[in-house]
């Protein structure tokens, strides 16, 4: 299954499935498409996973790992593989990806969904750290994928870590430039601070917000039915007439 596609000189490794709109799925750091396997990788849409640069099945290559490559090499997907706006979905770092993508490229995003995603460094309760030990899981679940081996994974660990050394640094000024409709979920016990996700959601001018109880910074495991129910109805149903709205009157 999957296919690959070289955008950026990069070797990008992705799978498409389903029919209908097209949805790119962006996932974690450290992680891969799986992130989405059984949650938003179930909505009816044509779903697109790409792996970035050294993450899943796509190889690592020479140079740095950081946010704004990996967001130039999602637009360059975007762009040679879909050939058409998409609605746009990132999960942790892959929406901070997913921000600099409608960001840079307003034209290519209908709709956008952020899950555990911090704009700006300051509202994570912690970052990766260069030299840090990496949980076993995390090595096991990269060397069934990846084409550079299990050895290769503090290397992209440390550029990843590297890269985290004061990003993101997007602002509030920032996130109102983002015109799309955008949902911010996030989990009431995420290493996003509620605050964090309170201003990501206050900044947007179209924004919406979801926070699932009694989930942790893996909620799209921990409740994936509900993440996808609220994720489906976002994406497909036009916004309901608001019987006594107070943020939103300022918008009607």
Not at 174 to 197: W, Y
Request: aromatic share 6%; proline share 8%.
């Amino acid at each position: 299954m999957g296919d690959y596609e070289t955008v950026n000189e990069v070797r990008t490794w992705y799978e498409a499935t389903g029919e209908g709109e097209p949805l790119v799925l962006l996932h974690g750091g450290f992680s891969d498409a799986r992130d989405f396997a059984g949650n938003l990788g179930t909505l009816p849409f044509r779903i697109y996973t790409p792996e970035r640069r050294g993450h899943g099945h796509t190889p690592d290559v020479e140079g740095p790992i950081t946010l704004d490559l990996m967001a130039d090499d999602m637009i360059a997907f975007i762009d040679k593989v879909v050939g058409e706006p998409v609605h746009l979905a990132g999960y942790s770092a892959g929406g901070i990806v997913a921000l600099l993508v409608a960001l840079r490229r307003p034209d290519l995003v209908r709709r956008l969904v952020l899950v555990s995603a911090a704009f700006h460094h300051s509202g994570m309760l912690f970052s990766p750290a260069a030299g840090g030990e990496i949980p076993e899981p995390i090595v096991a679940r990269y060397a069934e994928v990846s084409p550079d081996g299990r050895d290769h994974l503090p290397v992209v660990a440390a550029k990843i870590a590297a890269a985290a050394t004061g990003e993101p640094s997007l602002t509030e000024a920032d996130l109102r430039a983002i015109g799309c409709p955008t949902l911010v979920m996030a989990a009431d016990d995420d290493i996003v601070t509620l605050e964090h996700t309170l201003a990501l959601y206050r900044a947007l001018p179209a924004g919406e917000l979801a926070v699932v109880p009694h989930t942790s910074h893996v909620l799209l495991h921990e409740k994936p039915a509900l993440c996808a129910r609220l994720a489906e109805q976002f994406l497909t149903a036009e916004p309901a007439a608001l019987f006594m709205p107070i943020r939103r009157a300022e918008q009607a």
